[in-house]
């Protein structure tokens, strides 16, 4: 590029002052999401937090463990909520039901424990905590599995895969930091 | 601020404002600078018409306002929206007449603006809460709605669903102007659910001659959890406005309550000459109505009264109520929405079972006290039959100007649902607090515990990042300068507005916290309490918010809200403060006094919002302890059939 090129479009870059670069932006979120198992998911999520229009990668994996905590304690919630309308006879389905809220909720600190670790860059235990995160649905299946009495309600079945569905999300989304 | 650990001296609030400016930049950066716009505007060449969600969505008549940069400065030239199509106000006018000119907001700046847990719709214009309930495991909220741009128009009705009246999905529009008689809008109304199982929707519509009628609607599926599709009935409109009474003036029916005569009533608030009234009419079907003689209320020269609401508190229990209860342990709330001012109030009083009249607890209310000091209207409550509770949602209006709404594609939020409950302890008031379902969005938290601030100082504290916090704190005065405090003319102080905000200093404050500030303190918040010792040496305290200096934009409002609260012997100061970005709600005294206030700082954003004690007090040390917790965000997002349950 010539001299004078450099500086017409200096003069004319002066003549518009105010626009600034945004570093963060819709193409990264769809660009992030692509590499991610569930993409609609990815996408509907990033884009109903406001501060991801202006967020990097690091940032994005963020808020999407802001949902995985969203997610895990509600559902530990609905699972304290289903413990208090048991029979007071039926001591299994209280104590599965005990056992279940306790795993979502170690559920939701793998996710704390993840957000500090990507504020530090340590990618490598973010992605560890939260495969732990993803495993922990697993444990409270099988906690039903066990007595086969106990149906595993539908509601907590749609329950563990979302959470799941977050979980993958999460992990395409640090693949591609660090 | 970093190595500065607690406390710190700062000089005090500086009394005189900087006068808001856009800076230039400095000569030694120009060539750096445009080196880096150039490369902006090279790849703003490139990327041409890629749709930024910042960009405005205008009418037609918009058209000259569209822009997906940011306008150059221009005197700001309001203009009215309502008043000629028969509502109240809906645009900013505060700054109508002052030669203000429009600030250059970029992408950066509006973007985060949007609130992370409020409700509010992906884009465009919102106003006035409708027809909230509790439905087949469903909390349900409508709302005014302009499909096609970021002001007041062309309304219809909004919709969404919650499990906890904080994770929001967004459904299709509930209802739309397809008829004759709400071709001209679909305006407010309530929800009454029967006990037989129907859900009745009352609302206003604007005819084609803009005559304001009362329709009835109604799920096209009750067995839909959902409540998707609704039915306009084929008899509408089934009350007009009656004799005497303006068709511009007649409008927001209420929920309806039962009594023991059989017949349910609702009420519309409207107006004769300057006196705001409100007309009962009674049904048994919500088709055919029959008008009751007097009005439920009247106040003279308040003007016409939107959006009035009529509802029972419990005198001794700490629960809601159905609307239709009534008794002995029960007092009446009349709340209205005044056209003139743009504020609510409510006064309490009893409806008398034997002759339907609501009569005042204080003769002398007049229209009544307000629900929140900064900017709330139309709000509305509903009994949530699931965890018994009365519920209220109120409307939280932009404070900016209209160019700046239409640029960044978007306005208003509703508050955060409060429950409302009498105040046992002064009998006079009532109390709201958030719903307690707000309290699922805390992350991590950081206690401060007695925090001393000396007189005159500011004190940081470390919170990694301030835009989305829930803070509760208490503050204590040193007894000492409170005994020794003189008397002041309290009646010269009556209100936040008259005392030169947080930075008139006298000697027991004002003093509380800084919020969405920035390290510098070029741009911050005060939330404070400012107490006075009165005539008969009687404590006062006042609770305010402060937004001369809350952004160096000078298109936004700038003024203080607030007012007194009564603290009763031996309760401490206490506060509870909800920041959202843009939006701040504040609760002293556990509810007894709320400001809710609209804030558009230019540098106090993203990773630079910083939060700080300030006593601003000349004599009165201040020991505060807090509890401040990082908010999630409330992700409201489209309803996807795949993803309902997950949050």
Same mark, same amino acid.
């Given at each position: ?9 200096s ?19 769809q ?13 509907s999520s ?18 999407m ?38 795993k979502y ?12 670790d ?13 495969t ?6 697993n ?33 395409g989304i ?5 | ?17 900087t006068?808001?400016?856009y ?11 445009s080196?880096?716009?150039m ?6 060449i ?10 405005a969505n ?7 306002l ?5 306008l ?12 000629s ?20 907001w970029?992408?950066?700046?509006l973007?985060?603006q ?10 465009n ?5 409708n ?18 741009g ?20 967004h459904?299709?529009l509930?209802?739309?102007?397809d ?16 006990p037989?199982?129907?859900v ?5 519509g604007?005819?084609?001659?803009s ?6 609607a109604y799920p ?8 998707i ?17 303006n ?5 927001d ?10 017949r349910?009533h ?11 009234i ?14 009751l ?16 609401d ?5 005198k001794n ?7 239709s ?17 743009k504020?609510?109030?409510?006064a ?6 034997a ?9 002398k209310?007049g ?37 700046a ?27 709201q ?6 309290d ?9 515990d007695k925090?001393?601030v ?18 509760v ?5 040193d007894k ?13 102080m009556?209100? =936040?507005? #008259? $005392? ?5 200093? &006298?000697?027991? +404050?004002?003093?509380? /916290? ?21 005539a008969d ?8 918010v402060?937004?001369?200096r ?5 298109d ?20 509870r ?6 939006i701040?709600e504040s609760?002293?005294?556990g509810?007894?006094? =709320?400001? #809710? $206030? ?5 540098? &106090?954003?993203? +990773?630079?919002?910083? /939060? ?5 007090a ?15 965000s409330?992700?409201i997002?489209?309803f996807?059939p795949?993803q309902?349950?997950?949050?």
């Open positions: 590029m010539g001299s004078t090129n450099i500086f017409l479009l003069l004319l870059s002066l003549a518009f002052p105010h626009y600034i670069f945004v570093a963060g932006d819709a193409n990264l979120i660009n992030t999401c692509k590499n991610t198992k569930y993409y609609d998911l990815c996408l990033l884009k109903s937090n406001p501060t991801s229009l202006n967020a990097d990668t690091k940032g994005l994996a963020a808020i463990v802001g949902i995985g905590i969203a997610n895990t304690t509600a559902t530990s919630s609905y699972l304290s909520s289903q413990l208090l309308s048991v029979n007071g006879n039926d001591t299994i389905k209280k104590k599965v039901l005990k056992e279940c809220s306790d909720t170690y559920a939701a600190d793998a996710f704390q424990a993840s957000v500090k990507l504020g530090a860059e340590s990618y490598d235990y973010a992605y560890m905590h939260i732990a995160a993803a495993d922990y649905p444990a409270c299946h099988n906690a039903f599995k066990r007595y086969s009495g106990l149906a595993y309600p539908p509601e907590l079945a749609r329950r563990e895969d979302g959470l799941k569905h977050i979980c993958f999300v999460v992990l640090i693949d591609l930091l660090g | 601020m970093e190595g500065c650990t607690l406390p710190c001296s700062y000089s005090p609030l500086p009394a005189e404002p006068p808001a400016r800076r230039p930049p400095k000569k030694a950066t120009l060539m750096v600078f080196g880096l716009l490369l902006g505007l090279v790849l703003a490139i990327n041409g018409s890629r749709d930024s969600d910042v960009r205008g009418n037609a008549s918009l058209d000259k569209k822009s997906s940069m940011p150059p400065s221009e005197p700001l030239q309001p203009v009215s929206r309502g008043p199509a028969g509502v109240s106000e809906k645009s900013n006018l505060v700054m109508a007449g002052v030669n203000v000119m429009s600030f250059p970029n992408n950066t700046m973007s985060w949007r609130t992370a847990y409020h409700f509010q719709p992906e884009k214009w919102m106003n006035d809460p027809g909230p309930m509790f439905y087949k495991g469903w909390y349900h909220f409508f709302y005014q709605y302009n499909p096609n970021a002001v007041w128009g062309d309304i219809v009705w909004g919709h969404a669903v919650s499990r906890d009246l904080i994770h929001w999905l459904l299709p509930a209802m739309i102007a008829e004759w008689y709400d071709i001209n809008g679909v305006w407010t109304g309530s929800a009454t659910l029967l037989d199982g129907q009745i929707m009352l609302y206003t604007s005819t084609n001659e005559v304001q009628v009362q329709n009835l096209a599926n009750l067995s839909d959890p959902l409540l599709n609704w039915v306009k009935y084929s008899g509408n409109p089934v009350l007009l406005p009656p004799r005497g009474i068709f511009k003036d007649f409008r029916p209420t929920t309806a309550w039962y009594t023991s005569d059989g349910w609702i009420a519309i608030g409207s107006r004769v000459n300057t006196t705001g409100t007309l009962v009419y009674h049904t048994k079907d919500f088709k055919s109505f029959e008008l003689d007097g009005v439920l209320h009247a106040v003279p020269a308040t003007g016409m009264w939107e959006c009035v009529f509802y029972p508190v419990s229990a700490e629960q809601g109520l159905d609307t209860v009534n008794g002995a342990e029960v007092k009446h709330v009349f709340k209205t929405s005044l056209d003139n001012d504020h609510d109030y409510y309490l009083g009893t409806y008398e079972k002759n339907g009249r609501w009569v005042p607890d204080d003769p209310i229209i009544g006290i307000r629900y929140d000091y900064g900017i709330f209207y139309a709000s509305k409550t509903f009994y949530d039959v699931r965890k018994g509770r009365r519920v209220l949602w109120g409307w939280i209006g932009e404070s900016d100007s209209e160019n709404d239409v640029q960044k594609g978007w306005a208003s939020v509703q508050s955060i649902p409060r429950t409302v409950l009498l105040d046992k302890k002064t009998g006079t008031n009532l109390l607090w958030p719903v307690e379902e707000v699922s969005l805390r992350l991590s938290s950081k206690e401060f925090v001393e000396r007189p005159g100082s500011v004190v940081p504290l470390d919170v990694e990042t301030a835009t989305q916090l829930d803070i704190a208490e503050f204590e005065l000492e300068a409170l005994e020794r405090a003189n008397q002041t003319n309290v009646e010269s009556i209100s =936040c507005s #008259t $005392s030169g905000g947080a930075a008139g200093r &006298a000697a027991l +404050g004002p003093f509380g /916290l800084l919020v969405l500030a920035d390290d510098g303190l070029s741009e911050y918040t005060p939330v404070y309490f400012y107490v006075a010792k009165g040496g009687n404590l006062k305290t006042f609770f305010c402060d937004q001369s809350s952004s160096e934009a000078s936004v409002n700038k003024q203080v809200y607030g007012s007194s609260v009564p603290v009763l012997k031996d309760e401490k100061l206490s506060v403060l909800l920041v959202d970005h843009s701040v609760f002293a005294q509810g007894r006094t =709320c400001i #809710t $206030s609209r804030v558009y700082p230019t540098k &106090a954003i993203y +990773g630079a919002t910083r /939060l700080f004690l300030f006593n601003n000349t004599e009165a040390t201040v020991t505060c302890s807090l509890k401040i917790w990082q908010m999630n409330a992700f997002r489209p996807h795949d309902e349950t997950w949050i």
